[in-house]
């Protein structure tokens, strides 16, 4: 089936390690993004890619970096400059920039410190 | 800027009760709206969308039509059961408001009692 798989469900971080969090998609879509979801804020956008070898910024990008080296991944690093990385991190896709295209959601990741 | 601004919850219901969601919206540009619903632990799943004035998305006998005149997307159902208990989110996206990416309300959690 296609979808999106994020990986792994849970992490952890120690203080001061970088981690990354992996995101795969076969839907064949040309952006995805990636969000922060924290209780009662909703969701907020980190970091999006229209196509591949490029990036831009959302909302909250200090303390993340992206990359998109292949058109169905695209992996988040949470770096040690990330004060507050406790979160529930989701990965989505769409089909283009058009507006009236659905973004696509995995199942998240549940990033927790040591 | 873009902002979506739901009812707080939680919103708590017997079954076969009618349900409504208010969902105001403000955007620079001519918005596609979105409500997606989020059950324990998962990602988001669109519910509907809605990509113009007066356009109408239902599913699962979910409603919600665009309003632009009072820029709201409520989302109604005649008769909850207990498994439409979850977060549901609204959500817009304006390719004309800056970044790429939807902008989403806070979430509301609905209970359904049976």
């Known amino acids: 089936d296609g979808g999106i798989t994020q990986s792994p469900k849970y992490l952890f971080r120690k203080e001061g390690q970088n981690v990354t969090l992996s995101c795969e998609q076969n839907l064949n879509h040309d952006a995805m993004y990636w969000y922060r979801q924290d209780p009662g804020q909703g969701l907020r956008l980190i970091y999006y890619s229209q196509i591949v070898n490029d990036f831009q910024k959302g909302d909250i990008a200090e303390g993340y970096s992206v990359s998109r080296e292949k058109k169905e991944s695209f992996p988040l690093t949470v770096t040690s400059a990330q004060k507050n990385p406790t979160a529930f991190y989701l990965c989505a896709s769409s089909q283009d920039r058009a507006s009236n295209q659905p973004q696509h959601f995995g199942d998240g990741t549940r990033l927790s410190i040591l | 800027g873009n902002s979506v601004t739901q009812m707080e919850g939680p919103v708590t219901l017997s079954e076969e009760a009618f349900l409504t969601i208010n969902c105001t919206y403000t955007?620079?540009?001519?918005?596609?709206l979105f409500w997606y619903v989020q059950y324990p632990g998962e990602g988001l799943q669109l519910l509907l969308k809605a990509t113009k004035a007066d356009d109408k998305g239902s599913n699962k006998g979910f409603e919600a039509t665009y309003r632009k005149e009072t820029t709201s997307f409520h989302l109604e159902k005649g008769s909850v059961q207990v498994s439409d208990s979850a977060v549901y989110f609204c959500?817009?996206?304006?390719?004309?408001?800056?970044?790429?990416?939807?902008?989403f309300g806070k979430g509301t959690h609905l209970i359904i009692q049976p």
């Open positions: 959500a817009l996206r304006d390719r004309r408001g800056g970044a790429d990416g939807l902008t």
């Open positions: 955007a620079t540009g001519y918005p596609s």
